[in-house]
């Protein structure tokens, strides 16, 4: 079954000559620098070697949440909140976006007591974020059949449709002047005496003076080929829809499961923390750097040898500007979804809702997160490339912060105050002796 469709996006035909901006990558953190960076008056090229939304950004599960991040990227999703709210309006465009709620669940004191500490994070944001029991719970939850105490409830968090959000945003980019290419690879950084000048696309050269690479799972390849190390991982996540059927509004994380309503009536349903990570050579030539995050989330993930090593392995990690590369024999990255972790979630689920019952499963897809060694993103310049530019690494949590980190992105390109602190993403944390660590959660 393939994965989900996003909204069809007609490409422009015409690739320019120059331009002052190139952005790879079609995803929402793409698109969102393009249209950022294209209300700010400069000309910018988005390539896409896919299709727009065609990976990650329409495979997650549509959460836009600022609960339980990492305390790291507070400050940037409380401004990707207030960004979602008004962006239908800004791009004239549906992105599905509506606030719905947020809850995770606590079925012991101890998992309570931490998401109530969780929760002071949001103190000097004014946002709400509270734990919930009894009665209140139960209505924000109608019909569960959980043995839960409580739970932390963040109202100001919603959701969004992955197929229909980088689509309308890359619409509302090209209406503020972005060309935007898909099918149209970029295969190199081009170099004119010691100096980024551009890029090579798999349809010819353009001039520009700066580049955002923004590829997703794609991007530590990308990288490579240009001499840069980037430290990025992909894990595989399993997600499914069902078919229309009453049930909460709130989106809702337990034990073994996780759904949130979908504007055509069904839920999307994932089996919460379980995580497939398939062994292949980069595993092995990084994996002292991820050892943190793998003992931290050891529980969540499953390793497993696959097909991907022989795929990996048969990647290309340098190649000259005239050859064919993988970025176009490979337009859209489709894995395959685990059926174990489908079973189980969905098992899960519906013990907790049994209005799930008898509901139908009418699609099931995976995705490849791009992940750090430490789960946040990579928002940076490339200190001793000047003008390169990387917005990738996001972890999981890249759709909600999207429109944020577009913006983020877009400031550190022209030198502008940032709209937080991009300290914490910095790409050198990996070198300058930096402990690099996931956020310890429970």
Known sequence: MPGPAPTPFKSDLALPKSTDVVVIGGGIIGVSTALELSERGLSVLLCEKGQIAGEQSSRNWGWVRISRRDPREIPLMAEALRIWDGLDARIDGNTGYRRSGILFTADTERKAAWLESWAEHLGPFDLEARMVRGGEMDALMPGHQMKVQSALYTPVDGRAEPQWAAPAIAEGARAQGATIMTNCAV???????????????????????????????????????????????????????????????????????????????????????????????????????????????????????????????????????????????????????????????????????????????????????????????????????????????????????????????????????????????????FTDGTKVRPFAGI
């Not at 972890?395 to 944020?404: C, E, K, R, T, V």
């Open 187 to 429: 295969r190199s950084l081009d170099f004119q005496g010691g100096k980024l000048a551009g890029v090579v696309t798999e349809r010819g050269r353009v001039a520009c003076s700066a580049v955002v690479v923004a590829g997703g799972a794609w991007s530590r390849l990308f990288c490579g080929n240009a001499g840069l190390q980037l430290p990025q991982l992909k894990v595989l996540n399993t997600v499914m829809r069902s078919a229309p059927v009453q049930g909460p509004e709130a989106a809702v994380w337990a034990n073994g499961f996780a759904m949130r309503k979908r504007v055509d009536g069904g839920y999307t349903v994932a089996a919460g923390t379980e995580n497939i990570v398939d062994l292949v050579p980069d595993s092995f030539r990084l994996g002292l750097r991820f050892l943190p995050a793998f003992q931290a989330e050891w529980r969540s993930l499953r390793f497993r040898l696959s097909g991907r090593w022989r795929e990996e392995a048969a990647q290309a990690r340098s190649w000259s500007p005239d050859q064919v590369t993988d970025f176009e024999t490979c337009r859209v990255l489709d894995p395959a979804p685990s059926q174990k972790v489908l079973r189980s979630g969905w098992a899960a689920a519906r013990r907790a809702f049994p209005v799930l019952n008898g509901v139908d499963v009418v699609q099931s897809w995976a995705g490849m997160i791009d992940v750090t060694p430490d789960a946040i993103p990579v928002i940076s310049e490339v200190e001793h490339v000047p003008g390169l530019f990387l917005s990738t690494g996001y972890s999981g949590h890249g759709f909600g912060l999207g429109p944020a980190a577009g913006c983020l992105t877009a400031d550190l390109v022209m030198g502008t105050k940032p709209i937080v602190d991009p300290h914490a993403f910095r790409l050198s944390r």
